[in-house]
């Protein structure tokens, strides 16, 4: 059997009524200056990795005192919006604030994942090693003059 029609449609009390057709509500979006901002700070820096203190009612996040900053230098006569970003930067770093761009936090994972994948290869590699791509100088230095290797100079 098939089912009843209460159960696949439902009864008169929980079907929508068609005939209205759907609530529209316009709703304007509210841009203030200030939010291009913010937006540009988040996409340049992230959320950060500081937690908001939701307990302290003067607590300011890190993204308010960079717009704050960002408007008090605008006051004094500053126009161009990319200068003006980074010289807020370098204002909130002299009073003690350290932003990371979100760039510069990827590869520093990435250098620390990377580093652990060499502690378990076995084989540690200096800094230099690193970051020289390898190279094909083992197979040179067997080429090179069996004098140079008895003195104990390297090949260049």
């Known amino acids: ?9 439902g009864s008169i ?5 068609l005939r209205y057709g759907k609530a ?3 709703i304007q979006d509210i841009w203030y200056h200030e939010d291009r901002i913010r937006a ?3 996409s340049a ?8 203190d939701l307990f302290n009612p003067n607590f300011k996040s890190t993204c308010q005192r960079f717009v704050e900053k960002y408007t008090e230098l605008q006051k004094l ?13 370098k204002a909130l770093l002299a009073e003690g604030i350290i932003l990371r761009r979100i ?5 520093q994972q990435e250098g620390h994942i990377s580093r652990k994948s060499e502690h378990l290869s076995g084989r540690p590699q200096t ?6 791509p390898q190279k094909e100088a083992p197979q040179d230095q067997h080429l090179g003059a069996p004098a140079d290797q008895s003195k104990g100079l390297s090949p260049p």
């Open 13 to 17: 009390f929980s079907r929508p009524r």
């Open 77 to 89: 006569g500053e126009t161009d919006e990319e200068k003006l970003f980074v010289e807020t930067g």
């Open 40 to 42: 540009k700070f988040y």
């Open 103 to 107: 760039g510069e936090a990827r590869t």
């Open 1 to 9: 059997m098939a089912g009843s029609r209460l159960e696949t449609v």
């Open 24 to 26: 529209k509500a316009s």
């Open 127 to 132: 800094t230099l090693e690193e970051d020289e």
């Open 45 to 52: 820096y992230g959320s950060g990795q500081r937690a908001f």
